[in-house]
């Protein structure tokens, strides 16, 4: 069982950073794929960002490539988003998700978090 909390998430401005992070509970962390969806109001939730077990891996939505990175620690059993550049139609509820291999769809999930609002200005 793996239980995820996200943090960081909040109000900024189109332009700025924001780094979210999410939490795992568990001594399996490093054995699954950890994946960033988001979903916005009256929208299907969609594939973010994925990054690999051990990190070697990262696969991005285009909408988000060049301006958004992945990363994980293992030893703090913790999966990042760096959010670059934002933009206001990146606000959403951003969720993570752990699966046993990169997954960019839903269904391969096997746990997820509760999510974090992240909310963009203009």
């Known amino acids: 069982q793996v239980q995820l909390l996200e943090s960081g998430g909040g109000l900024v401005q189109a332009g700025d950073s924001l780094r979210l992070s999410c939490a795992a509970s568990?001594?399996?962390?490093?054995?699954?794929?950890m994946t960033w969806f988001r979903q916005a109001p009256g929208k299907e939730r969609q594939f973010v960002a994925a990054?690999?077990?051990?990190?070697?891996?990262?696969h991005y939505a285009a909408s988000v490539q060049g301006r958004f990175a992945i990363s994980r620690d293992n030893a703090k059993n913790t999966v990042y988003l760096q959010m670059n550049s934002p933009k206001p139609e990146d606000t959403a509820v951003y969720y993570c998700?752990?699966?046993?291999?990169?997954?960019?769809?839903?269904?391969?999930?096997?746990?997820w978090g509760q999510g974090t609002q992240v909310t963009v200005s203009s």
């Open positions: 998700a752990a699966s046993p291999g990169v997954t960019t769809q839903s269904m391969g999930v096997k746990f």
């Open positions: 568990g001594r399996t962390f490093s054995n699954y794929a």
């Open positions: 990054v690999s077990w051990s990190g070697g891996i990262t």
